[in-house]
Structure formats: structure tokens, C-alpha cells
């Protein structure tokens, strides 16, 4: 009887300095892999290039939450101090519609309307970054395939490691493995799903 296949999610390799994983991570790029990651304990000097970054749509949400909260701002405190809509006004109950005229100003004093505006534009706007970075980045996830490799552990002190996955359109077993130990790594290893 056969054995039961094991879902491989990628190839890693293990690079032992920060020149190394920039150029392994170029020569991949350039040979036409899309779909790689690299791992490294501190940040390094151009590795998000060299594995290609794409742009995310976080600034796009960001934006679109502010104006949200900003707009929310706008609503609370013109219906609030009464300079609702003329249209609007038969509409709203006798608790609702209470105009404060204090020392003659206008109702609908948009000067007075800044502060709370910018706080709730700024609010929304830092909100929609922290849950649409946390969305965009796939969190919370609990598990993640590479910490079945058991060297993967000394990312976080000394090891740099690149990881093709599977999804790869040009990823193939061999060819990639064989690609991955040209660049003369310390170890390639297989990451199972």
C-alpha cells in the first residue's frame, strides 16, 4: 500500500549573512519566481525589493476610514447643535431638534466643528490601519507551515531563510530545489503543509 502524499507548501533555504538572502532573493526574482517570502532577525537593507513587494491597499483603507470619521463628525455635530437640513427638520422628534443659540452665532458654525472632525478622522482612520493591517497580513493565524522545519527556529537570532512556496506558477520540486541549492545556501529543506 502506498504511503499518503504529503502536501508540500514550498522550499526553504537557509542563508548565513544578509548579502547572501539579498541575492538569493534577486536571482530568484530575476529566474521568474513570484510567490516567495524571506525571513530575517532584523530588519535588512533592500530584501523587500529583492523578493519583490507589491503595494497593499492599507493607505486606500486608511483613507476611506477617515473620511468615514470624518463625515460621522460632521453628522453628529451639525444635527446636534441644530443645524440640521431644512427638509430633515419636520422629520426629527421634539427630543432631538433642541437649537442652542448661545451669544448669536450661527446654528450650523462650522469653525467651532474642526476639533471633533479631526479626532474622529484621525480615530477611524487609525483603526481601519491597525484591523485592515491585521486582515491584510492574514492574523491571527496561530500556525504556520515553516515551523515544521526544524532549523527554522534560528531565524530569530542568526539565520537568514528564503521559501518559495507551491503556488509558485513556476514552482516544480526539483527544478526549484535544484535552482534553490545553486545559490549555495547553508541547507534546503522541504516544507510540508
Request: hydrophobic share 40%; net charge negative; charged share 15%.
Amino acid at each position: 500500500m502506498d504511503a499518503p502524499k504529503v502536501k508540500i507548501y514550498g522550499l526553504v533555504a537557509e542563508f548565513e549573512t544578509p548579502t547572501q538572502i539579498v541575492d538569493a532573493a534577486n536571482q530568484a526574482r530575476e529566474a521568474g519566481y513570484t510567490a516567495m517570502e524571506a525571513y530575517s532577525p532584523f530588519p535588512v537593507m533592500d530584501l523587500h525589493e529583492a523578493v519583490g513587494f507589491k503595494r497593499t491597499m492599507l493607505p486606500t483603507l486608511a483613507f476611506f476610514g477617515g473620511l468615514t470619521g470624518f463625515f460621522t463628525a460632521f453628522t453628529l455635530t451639525t444635527f446636534t447643535s441644530g443645524g440640521a437640513p431644512s427638509f430633515i427638520n419636520p422629520f426629527l422628534p421634539d427630543w432631538f431638534y433642541y437649537p442652542l443659540n448661545i451669544g448669536g452665532r450661527p446654528l450650523n458654525s462650522w469653525p467651532a466643528f474642526i476639533p471633533p472632525e479631526f479626532e474622529l478622522t484621525v480615530l477611524f482612520a487609525s483603526i481601519t490601519s491597525v484591523f485592515g493591517m491585521l486582515l491584510l497580513n492574514g492574523y491571527p493565524r496561530l500556525y504556520h507551515p515553516l515551523f515544521n522545519v526544524p532549523r527554522f527556529s534560528r531565524v530569530t537570532t542568526d539565520r537568514f531563510f528564503l521559501c518559495i512556496e507551491a503556488k509558485d506558477s513556476k514552482f516544480d520540486l526539483q527544478g526549484t530545489k535544484q535552482f534553490l541549492e545553486g545559490l549555495q545556501p547553508y541547507e534546503v529543506s522541504e516544507v510540508p503543509e
